[in-house]
Nanobody, 126 residues
């Protein structure tokens, strides 16, 4: 069973930065593709960023709303995926969820992910 545990959320002023972490366990980390999604109060969960990687290379993709401000990355030694969030805006306020796929390959839709974390809250004040 794959387990995902997010951390790093909190309260930050607009223009500030946060780094979210997602620690994975339960199967070899190199066989994952992973993503970040978010859900703001009263809204549907939406795609934020995704990464698929091998020992040779990696591929990433981002939602237009975060492109240029957020960066997704992976540390294989720590079995952890990160979401570096810079230039945060009040509209980035949401619960952020980490998700993993059983196979490699970039995915931007929720139903292609097999495992989910419990979420971490991010609040950006204006």
């Amino acid at each position: 069973q794959v387990q995902l545990v997010e951390s790093g959320g909190g309260l930050v002023q607009a223009g500030g930065s946060l780094r979210l972490s997602c620690a994975a366990s339960g199967r070899p980390f190199s066989s994952y593709a992973m993503g970040w999604f978010r859900q703001a109060p009263g809204k549907d969960r939406e795609f934020v960023a995704a990464i698929s990687w091998s020992w040779i290379s990696s591929s990433t993709t981002y939602a237009d709303s975060v492109k240029g401000r957020f960066t997704i990355s992976v540390d294989n030694a720590k079995n952890t995926v990160y979401l570096q969030m810079n230039s945060l805006k009040p509209e980035d306020t949401a619960d952020y969820y980490c998700a993993a796929r059983d196979i490699r390959g970039i995915a931007t839709t929720q139903n292609l992910y097999d495992y989910w974390g419990q979420g971490t809250q991010v609040t950006v004040s204006s």
